[in-house]
């Protein structure tokens, strides 16, 4: 499915699996810069992270 969808730049859900890079979907994101810096204010420690959010936005 994402082969016939990636033309379209059509991102994955982040909770489904995956056979894109984090570096690919934040590519497809256009505000992935604002999601990271957001994240770094409201959860400086990373508390509320995990594996594939810390991937995709880390925090700075």
Do not use: Q, Y
């Not at 909770?15 to 894109?20: E, F, I, L, N």
């Not at 994101?29 to 991937?55: H, I, Q, S, Y």
């Amino acid at each position: 499915m994402e082969g016939a969808l990636r033309p379209f730049g059509a991102r994955p859900h982040w909770g489904k699996a995956t056979g894109m890079s984090p570096a690919e979907i934040t590519a497809l994101t256009r505000r992935a810069t604002d999601c990271a810096a957001l994240r770094g204010e409201v959860d400086p420690t990373g508390k509320f992270g995990n594996e594939l959010v810390d991937a995709l936005f880390p925090i700075a």
